[in-house]
């Protein structure tokens, strides 16, 4: 999952110019909104790796910090 969504931020970076030529549309923002929530899931499932050795369900439990942290990033995402 991790090798697959950083293949994802990577291809939304590389194609940011060449699909939202102004950095301020929404569109733009949108991408990069999307990019910070893949990252994330990047970051858990980075994490995740070493804990896997340690524990296998805490590994899969850890996981759930999903949940949580897209959600801060969706209140992020709505505040002023």
Same mark, same amino acid.
């Given at each position: 999952? %991790?090798?697959? !969504?950083?293949?994802?931020? &990577?291809?939304?970076?590389?194609? #940011? !110019? #060449? &699909?939202?030529q102004t %950095?301020?549309?929404?569109?733009a923002r949108?991408? @990069? @909104?999307?990019?910070? #929530?893949?990252?994330?899931?990047?970051?858990?499932? &980075?994490?995740?790796?070493?804990? %896997?050795?340690?524990?296998t369900a805490?590994?899969?439990?850890?996981?759930?910090?999903?949940?949580?942290? !897209? !959600?801060?990033?969706? @209140?992020? @995402?709505?505040?002023?």
């Amino acid at each position: 999952m %991790a090798a697959i !969504h950083t293949v994802h931020v &990577v291809l939304l970076l590389l194609t #940011q !110019h #060449q &699909v939202h030529q102004t %950095a301020s549309s929404p569109g733009a923002r949108e991408r @990069r @909104r999307f990019g910070a #929530q893949l990252a994330v899931s990047v970051t858990i499932f &980075v994490l995740s790796i070493p804990l %896997a050795f340690v524990s296998t369900a805490a590994a899969m439990w850890f996981w759930g910090a999903l949940i949580p942290a !897209h !959600h801060l990033l969706r @209140r992020r @995402r709505s505040a002023p």
